[in-house]
Structure formats: structure tokens, C-alpha cells
């Protein structure tokens, strides 16, 4: 099965910038969603920033200017780049893609879907 390995976190100040990776074991040719997905501590897991295989980009309000989602098909890696950076971001990252049947993303749908092991980003000063 792939395997998704994140790397990028660290401890940082407020203000200061990172860039997660995300890379996969195998090609993103058939997968149709990218998705960075964080859980602060004692807290439920949040959806911050979506990439469809056409290109649309999707944010969480609480990122909204501050992160970007990208990713590089040759190297089968997703990309999150975190700027501006606050103690509210900190949480672990985990990166998520995902494939289904039709056009529509909805659970009864999906064929496959993949998760990372987690990467700390902690914001402090």
C-alpha cells in the first residue's frame, strides 16, 4: 500500500515560516485530492487547505494568507507552506490524499485514502 511520510515541523517563534513535505511511496497520477489536515493538543482534528488534481485550492479562514498548498507530481510530494506563523498553529500536521469512484468527494465514494504519521509544528516564544 503507499505510504505517506510528512517532515518539515519544528519548534518556532511567532512570525517565523515553515514548509511541510509530504512524500509518497507512490505517484499521484489517479489521486483526485491532497488535503493538510492539524490537531491541537486536546483538541479535534481540523481541515486547513485542500488541493484538487485540477489545481482548485481550498483554506481554513484561521489560515486563509498566511499558508499555501502546493505539490510537485515528479517528486509525488505535497507541500505546505506556512508563513506568518502563530502559537495557535501549533498542532500535529498530517497529510491526507484520497481518490473516489465519481466527481463528487463524499465518503460512500471514496476508493482510496491514505494518512501520514504526523509532523509537530510548535509556535512559541
Known amino acids: 500500500q503507499v505510504q505517506l511520510v510528512e517532515s518539515g515541523g519544528a519548534l518556532v517563534q511567532p512570525g517565523e515560516s515553515l514548509r511541510l513535505s509530504c512524500a509518497s511511496s507512490g505517484n499521484f497520477f489517479s489521486i483526485d485530492v491532497m488535503r493538510w489536515y492539524r490537531q491541537p493538543p486536546g483538541k479535534e482534528r481540523e481541515l486547513v487547505a485542500r488541493l484538487t488534481s485540477g489545481g482548485t485550492t481550498n483554506y481554513a479562514d484561521s489560515v486563509k494568507g498566511r499558508f499555501t498548498i502546493s505539490r510537485d507530481n515528479a517528486k509525488n510530494t505535497v507541500y505546505l507552506q506556512m508563513d506568518s506563523l502563530r502559537p495557535e498553529d501549533t498542532a500535529v500536521y498530517y497529510c491526507?490524499?484520497?481518490?473516489?469512484?465519481?466527481?463528487?468527494?463524499?465518503?460512500?465514494?471514496?476508493?482510496?485514502?491514505?494518512w501520514g504519521q504526523g509532523t509537530q509544528v510548535t509556535v512559541s516564544a
Open positions: 491526507n490524499v484520497a481518490r473516489y469512484r465519481g466527481p463528487i468527494e463524499q465518503p460512500l465514494a471514496v476508493e482510496t485514502n491514505y
